[in-house]
Structures are given as C-alpha cells and as structure tokens.
C-alpha cells in the first residue's frame, strides 16, 4: 500500500474476504500444517498468518 506521497506503508493483510462457498476450502489453505497440494509434505507458510472472513454477499465463486 502506498500513501499520498507515494511512500509505501508496509502495512499487510490479516484478512482475506471470501464468498461462503469457499471459506472451507481458505481455512484449508490458511491453517493445515502442510502445503495444501504437496506432494512432499512441505511446512505451510501461510499457517496462521491470515484468518479468512466470509462474505454472506458475495455469491459468485469465479469472480475474483
């Protein structure tokens, strides 16, 4: 993110939006222990850095 001065704020992102039909599958990703899809078990580095929040007015899955 950028301010008025074109100076970057550093600030990152807690939480990612979804529509309900996919949260299951963002909690999935954002907290198994292992990279999601993996053949080889790798530690995942998302785990617990972003909680997803789902987003009842969001009905449509593929736009995004």
């Known amino acids: 993110m950028m301010n008025a001065a074109s100076k970057r ?3 990152v992102g ?3 939006l979804t529509p309900p039909d996919l949260y299951f599958t963002a909690r999935t990703i ?3 222990v292992s990279l999601p899809g993996s053949a080889n078990n ?5 785990r617990g850095a972003l909680v997803p929040i789902s987003v009842p ?4 899955t593929n736009n995004w």
């Open 9 to 11: 704020l550093g600030i």
């Open 14 to 16: 807690r939480y990612p």
């Open 30 to 32: 954002l907290e198994s």
């Open 42 to 46: 790798d530690v995942n580095p998302l």
């Open 57 to 60: 007015n969001w009905t449509d």
